[in-house]
C-alpha cells in the first residue's frame, strides 16, 4: 500500500510538472502572438488576417478531434464557442489596438486580464479579496509595465491604440473566466472544447469581414480576399 501511494504520488508530481512545462511553452508561443499578427496586419485588413488564421485553426482543430466527436459532444462544443466569443471580441481589439502602437504595449495590456478573472470571482462568486491578493496583482502589473514599456512608463501618455488593448484586456478576461467553468463541467471533453473555441473565433471574425462590405461586390470581394489569404499565406513568406 505504501508503494501503491508513492507511485502515485510521483505520477501526480510528474503530471502537475508536464502541465506546468505545457503552460510555459504555450505562454512562450501566445508571445510571438502580438509581433506576427502586427506584421500580419500591415500587409492585409487586419480583419481578412485573423478570419484567415482562426479559419485555418479551426479547421485543423475540427479534423484533429473528429467532427463525430464534436456532435456527440455538443455541451462541450457549445461551451467552448461560448468561450471562443469572448476570445473573438479580444482577439479583434488586440488587432485594432496594434494598428497605432507596439507589440510590447499590446503584450502589456493583455496581462491586465489577471486582473479581470479575480474581479469577476468577487462580483459573481462571492470570493473574498484578500490584501495580499491586490498586493500580487499590483506587481505583476508594475513588474510587466517596466519589463514592457520600459523608460516610457515614467512618461506615460494614452493613444487611442491603448484604449481597444484595454477592450483585449477585458474580454480576454471574461473568457478566461469563462473557460475555467466550462473547462469544470466539461473536464473530459478538452477537445471538443477547444475546437468550438476555434470554430467561434472563426465564425465572428469571417463576419465582421464580410458584413462590413456595402454592396454584393464587395461581399464577393471580401469573402475571396480571406479565402485567398488561407490558401496562399503570401503575407507570411
Same mark, same amino acid.
Given at each position: 500500500?505504501?508503494?501503491?501511494?508513492?507511485?502515485?504520488?510521483?505520477?501526480?508530481?510528474?503530471?502537475?510538472?508536464?502541465?506546468?512545462?505545457?503552460?510555459?511553452?504555450?505562454?512562450?508561443?501566445?508571445?510571438?502572438?502580438?509581433?506576427?499578427?502586427?506584421?500580419?496586419?500591415?500587409?492585409?485588413?487586419?480583419?481578412?488576417?485573423?478570419?484567415?488564421?482562426?479559419?485555418?485553426? $479551426? &479547421? /485543423?482543430? *475540427?479534423?484533429?478531434?473528429?467532427?463525430?466527436?464534436?456532435?456527440? @459532444?455538443? %455541451?462541450?462544443?457549445? =461551451?467552448?464557442?461560448?468561450?471562443?466569443?469572448?476570445?473573438?471580441?479580444?482577439?479583434?481589439?488586440?488587432?485594432?489596438?496594434?494598428?497605432?502602437?507596439?507589440?510590447?504595449?499590446?503584450?502589456?495590456?493583455?496581462?491586465?486580464?489577471?486582473?479581470?478573472?479575480?474581479?469577476?470571482?468577487?462580483?459573481?462568486?462571492?470570493?473574498?479579496?484578500?490584501?495580499?491578493?491586490?498586493?500580487?496583482?499590483?506587481? $505583476? &502589473? /508594475?513588474? *510587466?509595465?517596466?519589463?514592457?514599456?520600459?523608460?516610457?512608463?515614467? @512618461?506615460? %501618455?494614452?493613444?487611442? =491604440?491603448?484604449?481597444?488593448?484595454?477592450?483585449?484586456?477585458?474580454?480576454?478576461?471574461?473568457?478566461?473566466?469563462?473557460?475555467?467553468?466550462?473547462?469544470?463541467?466539461?473536464?473530459?471533453?478538452?477537445?471538443?472544447?477547444?475546437?468550438?473555441?476555434?470554430?467561434?473565433?472563426?465564425?465572428?471574425?469571417?463576419?465582421?469581414?464580410?458584413?462590413?462590405?456595402?454592396?454584393?461586390?464587395?461581399?464577393?470581394?471580401?469573402?475571396?480576399? *480571406?479565402?485567398?489569404?488561407?490558401?496562399?499565406?503570401?503575407?507570411?513568406?
Amino acid at each position: 500500500t505504501i508503494i501503491t501511494k508513492r507511485v502515485s504520488n510521483n505520477n501526480n508530481n510528474n503530471n502537475v510538472l508536464l502541465g506546468r512545462g505545457l503552460t510555459l511553452l504555450a505562454s512562450i508561443l501566445y508571445g510571438t502572438n502580438f509581433a506576427t499578427v502586427k506584421m500580419l496586419d500591415e500587409v492585409i485588413p487586419l480583419e481578412y488576417s485573423a478570419a484567415a488564421r482562426f479559419g485555418l485553426a $479551426a &479547421v /485543423a482543430s *475540427i479534423l484533429i478531434v473528429s467532427p463525430d466527436t464534436l456532435l456527440r @459532444n455538443p %455541451k462541450a462544443t457549445l =461551451g467552448g464557442m461560448t468561450v471562443g466569443f469572448w476570445y473573438s471580441l479580444g482577439y479583434l481589439s488586440q488587432a485594432y489596438g496594434l494598428e497605432t502602437i507596439q507589440a510590447s504595449k499590446s503584450g502589456f495590456f493583455n496581462a491586465l486580464a489577471v486582473i479581470v478573472v479575480p474581479v469577476l470571482d468577487v462580483l459573481f462568486k462571492g470570493v473574498e479579496f484578500r490584501l495580499r491578493q491586490g498586493l500580487s496583482l499590483f506587481l $505583476a &502589473v /508594475a513588474g *510587466i509595465a517596466l519589463l514592457e514599456l520600459g523608460d516610457g512608463v515614467l @512618461n506615460y %501618455k494614452v493613444d487611442p =491604440g491603448e484604449i481597444w488593448c484595454l477592450g483585449q484586456a477585458l474580454f480576454f478576461g471574461i473568457g478566461y473566466y469563462t473557460l475555467g467553468e466550462v473547462g469544470r463541467e466539461h473536464k473530459d471533453s478538452p477537445g471538443p472544447n477547444t475546437a468550438g473555441q476555434l470554430l467561434a473565433i472563426a465564425l465572428v471574425t469571417a463576419a465582421v469581414a464580410l458584413f462590413q462590405t456595402t454592396t454584393p461586390s464587395d461581399l464577393v470581394d471580401s469573402s475571396s480576399a *480571406i479565402l485567398t489569404t488561407i490558401i496562399t499565406l503570401d503575407p507570411l513568406v
